[in-house]
């Protein structure tokens, strides 16, 4: 269980690290089972983007991606995102589990 965190073409403060790095220890809490987060923070012609992608084990891969005017607002959407996939997928298959 890794948590890595990339900035391009902008240089995040300590607090947003945290952030981030915060957000990323809530998913693997909530989800055991995930093996590897990476964050990336981009900023592009004044707007900031905020991506997480999730390696699950039992997913081949949870991308969410979320573009805002603020670092720490698209940080908390993209993390909200990437959240509801993970829980979206675990209720299927409880509910796939609970069938059989």
Do not use: N, W
Not at 12 to 30: D, N, T
Not at 58 to 66: C, K
Request: glycine share 0%.
């Amino acid at each position: 269980m890794s948590i890595e965190i990339t900035a391009r073409h902008l240089q995040i403060s300590q607090a947003q690290q945290e952030l981030a790095h915060r957000k990323a220890e809530q998913l693997l809490a909530e989800f055991p089972k995930t093996e590897h987060i990476h964050i990336i923070l981009d900023m592009q012609r004044h707007q900031f983007t905020a991506e997480f992608v999730v390696q699950h084990k039992d997913v081949a891969r949870v991308e969410a991606r979320e573009v805002c005017d603020d670092l720490v607002a698209g940080i908390d959407l993209a993390y909200a995102k990437v959240e509801k996939q993970l829980r979206k997928h675990r209720e299927k298959v409880i509910a796939i589990h609970q069938r059989t």
